[in-house]
């Protein structure tokens, strides 16, 4: 249903008086421009939320506020709808580290023997390390390396808020997609624990790398709402391949593709190899790791292409059955 759709109806109720219908359009102003003077003053306070679980209560607040004078049921499936993510994503940040606790232990060389097959003997990590990452000072483009970095943690759902609020067919679509990508991710994580560039560097077995990837919020003392060192420090530090920065990257290029029209479209290209090229420069994954997630993402998506394209034969099916 479109965000047209959902402000004409209220349940089966008539349509509003239109003086009532105008008191609460200024109602809705006024509060999404409190919510939003909270939300910079929070932002300005505390740092940019990268904590996966507070940028959706963000979100749905967001909603919530552009909600007011719809029904009771339209708002309580603006939670059912959102609650599904949440619940999934804490999962996934509790089941993340498993690897760990089942004793198999990391693949370290995999990765580098395959980027150094493809790179005619040297990985793309060493070679962008020693070009671009410099030891003794942080550059502008480092600065777009840890912006970059950190969209991975916003831009999948404020794309879900902005579908929500057009099409929860779209939003629906999306969060299927994204939820099993998500999944797929940590089913590898557990079975194929893999040790990132910048490890792999500590063990001795390529020349020294830097983990960058969070060094340009420090020159403009730019913070997050947890300590981007402290984030890190505490995920499980062998779930690298996939790249799911890669993978979500390159899904929400795919899902917007037909949407958008042509002039966005070199923009949507852009973004997963923009963050193709950040991983790989600074530390965080190999080409490896990017190109499997790149793979997850299209093949997530054609299988919910075909699964979707079934279901209309299927419940026409079941229609024709179900008749005397």
């Known amino acids: 249903m479109s965000t047209a759709e959902f402000a004409q109806t209220s349940a089966g109720a008539e349509t509003l008086p239109a003086p009532r219908t105008a008191r609460i359009a200024v109602i809705r102003r006024l509060a999404l ?11 300005l306070r505390y740092g940019i939320s990268i904590q996966r679980e507070l940028v959706i209560a963000w979100i ?25 993510m949440s619940a999934f994503l804490l999962a996934y940040d509790y089941t993340r580290g498993l690897a760990d606790s089942i004793g198999i232990s990391p693949h370290v060389t995999t990765m580098i023997d395959f980027d150094r097959f493809v790179f005619f003997g040297q990985t793309p990590t060493e070679w962008l390390q020693e070009r671009i990452i410099d030891p003794a000072a942080v550059h502008w483009w480092d600065v777009c390396f840890s912006f970059l ?3 991975h943690f916003i831009v999948p759902f404020v794309l879900a808020g902005v579908l929500w609020s057009r099409s929860r067919s779209a939003f629906e679509q999306f969060t299927h997609r994204f939820l099993t990508l998500s999944g797929v991710g ?18 001795g077995l390529l020349e020294p790398i830097i983990r960058s990837s969070g060094r340009g919020f420090e020159v403009i003392s730019v913070q997050t709402a947890a300590a981007f ?11 690298a391949v996939p790249s799911l920065h890669a993978g979500i990257s390159m899904l929400v290029s795919l899902f917007l593709w037909p949407r958008v029209g042509r002039r966005w479209r070199p923009l949507l290209a852009l973004y997963p190899a923009a963050m193709a090229m950040m991983l790989i420069a600074t530390g965080e994954h190999y080409f490896f790791d990017v190109a499997l997630g790149w793979l997850y993402a ?16 299927a419940e026409t099916l079941r229609a024709a059955r179900a008749r005397p």
């Not at 590898?188 to 500590?202: I, K, Q, R």
């Open 186 to 203: 940590l089913a590898t994580y557990v079975l194929f624990p893999a040790a990132p560039p910048w490890m792999a560097s500590e063990q």
């Open 229 to 239: 060192d402290k984030g890190q420090s505490i995920v499980n530090l062998v779930a």
């Open 149 to 151: 970095y950190t969209s």
């Open 33 to 43: 421009g409190a919510y939003a003077f909270v939300f910079v003053f929070w932002t």
């Open 60 to 84: 749905v607040g967001a909603l919530g506020c552009a909600s007011i004078g719809r029904s009771a049921r339209e708002i309580v499936q603006l939670l059912t709808d959102w609650l599904p």
């Open 298 to 313: 299209v093949a997530v998506m054609a299988a919910w292409a075909w699964w979707e394209s079934r279901r209309p034969a």
